[in-house]
């Protein structure tokens, strides 16, 4: 398997602007996650996803972040209007269950906004 | 309750040494902890995870060590290799939930 696939690996934008960021998660994984990373805060969760239905998406900064998965196969986390404090990596992960096994995450897509 | 402590926050080692991150928590309903390895420009990778029926488990040169009644675990890292260099980040979950993850340590194994 390739793996989870995150595109795109880079974007730089400008305040204002919407971002959209993807992920394919690895096939036959139930659980999909969106995380971003700083170097002030860490690792944080914004929103996980079983079977497609979002679970827990207390970690949402704010309204400006939507997320969806519309099939086992993909998901969008959104950033409308992006801000220069949005600016980090995010990752997505998929597993099977729930901490029953590993976590696998893509290689990230690091957002600049200017 | 969720929060999982990592320290150091960086950490310096020469080849042949032994590394040693901590991590500390509060829930006791956590019962999984594992470790992930980060290396530059790609996402974390799990290393090693333990569940709290054990003190201890070993892959390799890499050893995690359980203290349930401190609420503390740890990573050893035997025989410290450059390639070892990356930053590594405790997690722990309670069962049938989310990982919270600790907020890493930034290692560098010197040649």
């Known amino acids: 398997d390739a793996g989870v696939i995150q595109s795109p690996r880079h974007e730089v934008t400008e305040m204002g602007q919407e971002v959209t960021l993807r992920c394919k998660p690895i096939?036959?994984?139930?659980?999909l996650f969106w995380y971003r990373q700083t170097m002030m805060r860490g690792l944080e969760l914004l929103i996980y996803?079983?079977?497609?239905?979002?679970?827990?998406d207390s970690g949402m900064p704010e309204d400006r972040f939507s997320a969806k998965m519309p099939n086992a196969s993909f998901s969008t986390l959104k950033i409308q209007p992006s801000e220069p404090r949005d600016s980090a990596v995010y990752f997505c992960?998929?597993?099977?269950?729930?901490?029953?096994?590993?976590?696998?995450f893509g290689e990230g897509s690091r957002l600049t906004v200017l | 309750q969720q929060q999982v402590k990592q320290s150091p926050q960086s950490l310096i080692v020469q080849k042949g040494g032994i590394s040693i991150i901590n991590c500390a928590y509060e829930?006791?309903?956590?019962?999984?902890f594992p470790w992930y390895q980060q290396f530059p420009g790609k996402g974390p990778a799990l290393l090693i995870a333990?569940?709290?029926?054990?003190s201890e488990k070993k892959e390799g040169r890499f050893t995690i060590s359980f203290n349930k009644s401190a609420k503390q675990f740890s990573l050893h890292i035997m025989d410290s290799q450059p390639g070892d260099s990356a930053t590594y980040f405790c997690?722990?979950?309670?069962?049938?939930?989310?990982?919270?993850f600790g907020s890493g340590t930034q290692l560098t194994v010197l040649p």
């Open positions: 996803f079983n079977n497609n239905v979002p679970i827990d």
């Open positions: 829930n006791t309903a956590f019962d999984y």
């Open positions: 997690a722990a979950a309670p069962r049938a939930r989310q990982l919270t």
């Open positions: 333990i569940r709290p029926d054990v």
């Open positions: 992960a998929s597993s099977v269950g729930l901490n029953t096994g590993e976590l696998f």
């Open positions: 096939s036959g994984h139930d659980y």
